[in-house]
T-cell receptor
């Protein structure tokens, strides 16, 4: 079973920031938080991941709470092409544990 | 970034035939690849873990004789759906892990069995 809880859907206005929450209260000390997204009929696309510090890259920012029990993915200026299902996943590096268990994700709809 | 190529993107076959799906890591070596299937409006379900040079590890409920996985090189894993039936129709996706332990996904294969 997935170890994360996400809202099933969210709307966001084009040009505004999209903040996608994720709860992972049972995360263990060596597990990372990963974010992927999947546009219809395509394979998942890596967005960002982190352990305990906040992370930022060209796509998004990841804010992880101090107790690591939840996180927020931030798309600073959402565009229509950001409409997708966003998956928050916890997992650990290394060995056969490198596979990631996908939950149901959040369907983000960016509206003009 | 790393690229994983999956082929074909779409295949239609008759019931009882076998279908092979290829997954290639184009610019990195992948000792481990993963195969998923996804039904409409559902999340990805891990089918098996493919390790180069050894037998694949299948998830519970996945028939290893029906879904044959071969990982003969560090850049290629194949999934063969044997004696396909309409209930095998699904979206199949592979992923590969690079040396930095990041997972990259193929673009998926839509299998339709008539």
């Amino acid at each position: 079973d997935a170890k994360t809880t996400q809202p099933p859907s969210m709307d966001c206005a084009e040009g505004r920031a999209a903040n996608l929450p994720c709860n992972h209260s049972t995360i263990s000390g060596n597990e990372y938080v990963y974010w992927y997204r999947q546009i219809h009929s395509q394979g998942p696309q890596y967005i960002i991941h982190g352990l305990k510090n906040n992370e930022t890259n060209e796509m998004a920012s990841l804010i992880i709470t101090e107790d690591r029990k939840s996180s927020t993915l931030i798309l600073p200026h959402a565009t229509l092409r950001d409409t997708a299902v966003y998956y928050c996943i916890v997992g650990s590096y290394g060995g056969s544990q490198g596979n990631l268990i996908f939950g149901k994700g959040t369907k983000l709809s960016v509206k003009p | 970034g790393a690229v994983v190529s999956q082929h074909p993107s779409r295949v239609i076959c008759k019931s009882g035939t076998s279908v092979k799906i290829e997954c290639r890591s184009l610019d990195f070596q992948a000792t481990t690849m993963f195969w998923y299937r996804q039904f409409p409006k559902k999340s990805l379900m891990l089918m098996a873990t493919s390790n180069e040079g050894s037998k694949a590890t299948y998830e519970q409920g996945v028939e290893k004789d029906k879904f044959l996985i071969n990982h003969a090189s560090l850049t290629l894993s194949t999934l063969t759906v044997t004696s396909a039936h309409p209930e095998d129709s699904s979206f199949y996706i592979c992923s590969a892990r690079d040396f930095r332990e990041k997972l990259f996904f193929g673009s998926g294969t839509q299998l339709s069995v008539l």
